[in-house]
């Protein structure tokens, strides 16, 4: 029978994760001024460390990722350029299409593979030189909807090299790049050395409660900064959060192979379990992804699953995504995979 749960493990994002007693009390005493003006002492050292972090020279925080890839887009082109992005991208896939509606760019994709890599020749071919002209490349890494895939410094320098030798600039969406750092056994900045403007998440794997940061030139985050007062991303006493997510940047790290080491034993527990086909792209970071076979409902899993104290979402009807973070310990990840195994021989039963 169900087992009576009093904690929930909350496998659907890296996003829900709350804050630490550690992270709150750093909270609580942070200094802060008007960021408007500059004068945020905690969103400066933030944004100082965070460039350090990956190797550029100026960063700016934001309030989310979706506003740092719209705020890097409006920054690098004009009205009427193009932005060339992946297939499964979540620029082109969860942001609204914000580039085209808020931007005027016209958005062209080229397909990712299941691993979330880019075959440089299609990228070659859908670069176009006059009306609209390429402007931007943007690569994600790790890659969401292709198994949170980390997509290795080789992959990136050959598309760079393309886009270098066109001035075409190289954005890298790495919302977790710290987790794909983390899987390379890299260091931050070197992964994203060839590119032109980073962003990163510090709400997802890092833990914090909120904001992104984009990451370039001197001269690019202060065009940026323009930007960003634009589409309403300019915050005052933002050091209230800023400090939270500079004890994320800065205790949190390390510890990301943790979740990758629980996100694999998670695949193992499922694999082999009845009607489950798990990603091909394999599992490098923190996301386990698997198809559920056409005779079992996604919904009846995820509310079965749910009924005993396991959340998790689903990217289609019948593609279920689980992801590991700091708030699920090894101990969770054996309890979940349990559930899991009962779920879904009880659904096998009632099919057979
Ligand atoms: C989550 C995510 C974003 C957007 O971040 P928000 O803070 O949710 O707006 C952008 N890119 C990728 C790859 C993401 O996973």
Same mark, same amino acid.
């Given at each position: 029978m169900i087992e009576n749960m009093n904690n929930i493990i909350d496998?659907?994002?890296? %996003?829900v994760t709350k804050p630490s007693q550690d992270m709150r009390l750093a909270i609580q005493t942070a200094d802060v001024g008007d960021d408007h003006s500059g004068e945020d002492p905690s969103v400066n050292r933030l944004e100082s460390v965070a460039a350090e972090f990956t190797g550029k020279e100026a960063a700016l925080y934001v309030p989310s990722g979706t506003m740092s890839n719209l705020v890097a887009l409006l920054t690098h082109c004009q009205r009427g350029d193009e932005v060339i992005t992946g297939s499964e991208s979540h620029i082109s896939?969860? !942001?609204?299409?914000g580039a085209f509606v808020l931007g005027g760019f016209s958005v062209r994709t080229v397909t990712n593979d299941?691993?979330?890599?880019?075959?440089p020749l299609d990228i070659r071919e859908a +670069?176009? %030189? !006059?009306?609209?002209? %390429?402007k931007v490349i943007c690569l994600e890494n790790t890659h969401n909807r292709c198994g949170g895939s980390a997509i290795p410094k080789s992959e990136i320098a050959e598309i760079s090299a393309l886009a270098r030798e066109r001035g075409i600039q190289l954005h890298i969406d790495g919302a977790r790049i710290a987790n794909a750092a983390v899987a390379l056994e890299t260091d931050v900045a070197s992964l994203v050395d060839d590119a032109d403007s980073v962003s990163f998440c510090f709400?997802?794997?890092?833990?914090?409660?909120v904001g992104s940061v984009l990451c370039g030139t001197q001269d690019f985050i202060k065009e940026a900064r323009h930007n960003r007062r634009l589409v309403g991303g300019a915050m005052r006493q933002s050091g209230v959060i800023a400090e939270g997510a500079y004890y994320a940047l800065t205790h949190n790290f390390d510890r990301l192979a943790e979740d990758h080491e629980n996100a694999q034993l998670l695949r193992q527990r499922i !694999?082999?379990?009845?009607?489950v086909t798990l990603d091909p792209?394999? +599992?490098? %970071?923190n996301l386990v992804f698997f198809e559920l076979d056409s005779q079992f409902s996604g919904d009846v899993f995820r509310s079965r699953l749910s009924e005993r104290g396991v959340r998790c979402s689903g990217t289609s009807k019948q593609r279920v995504r689980m992801v590991c973070h700091l708030d699920v310990s090894k101990t969770d990840i054996e309890r979940a995979a349990k559930f899991i195994g009962q779920v879904l021989h009880e659904m096998e039963d009632e099919s057979s």
């Amino acid at each position: 029978m169900i087992e009576n749960m009093n904690n929930i493990i909350d496998l659907r994002s890296d %996003t829900v994760t709350k804050p630490s007693q550690d992270m709150r009390l750093a909270i609580q005493t942070a200094d802060v001024g008007d960021d408007h003006s500059g004068e945020d002492p905690s969103v400066n050292r933030l944004e100082s460390v965070a460039a350090e972090f990956t190797g550029k020279e100026a960063a700016l925080y934001v309030p989310s990722g979706t506003m740092s890839n719209l705020v890097a887009l409006l920054t690098h082109c004009q009205r009427g350029d193009e932005v060339i992005t992946g297939s499964e991208s979540h620029i082109s896939n969860h !942001e609204g299409m914000g580039a085209f509606v808020l931007g005027g760019f016209s958005v062209r994709t080229v397909t990712n593979d299941f691993r979330g890599r880019i075959n440089p020749l299609d990228i070659r071919e859908a +670069c176009r %030189t !006059e009306w609209p002209t %390429t402007k931007v490349i943007c690569l994600e890494n790790t890659h969401n909807r292709c198994g949170g895939s980390a997509i290795p410094k080789s992959e990136i320098a050959e598309i760079s090299a393309l886009a270098r030798e066109r001035g075409i600039q190289l954005h890298i969406d790495g919302a977790r790049i710290a987790n794909a750092a983390v899987a390379l056994e890299t260091d931050v900045a070197s992964l994203v050395d060839d590119a032109d403007s980073v962003s990163f998440c510090f709400s997802k794997g890092l833990g914090a409660p909120v904001g992104s940061v984009l990451c370039g030139t001197q001269d690019f985050i202060k065009e940026a900064r323009h930007n960003r007062r634009l589409v309403g991303g300019a915050m005052r006493q933002s050091g209230v959060i800023a400090e939270g997510a500079y004890y994320a940047l800065t205790h949190n790290f390390d510890r990301l192979a943790e979740d990758h080491e629980n996100a694999q034993l998670l695949r193992q527990r499922i !694999e082999g379990l009845p009607g489950v086909t798990l990603d091909p792209a394999g +599992c490098d %970071t923190n996301l386990v992804f698997f198809e559920l076979d056409s005779q079992f409902s996604g919904d009846v899993f995820r509310s079965r699953l749910s009924e005993r104290g396991v959340r998790c979402s689903g990217t289609s009807k019948q593609r279920v995504r689980m992801v590991c973070h700091l708030d699920v310990s090894k101990t969770d990840i054996e309890r979940a995979a349990k559930f899991i195994g009962q779920v879904l021989h009880e659904m096998e039963d009632e099919s057979s």
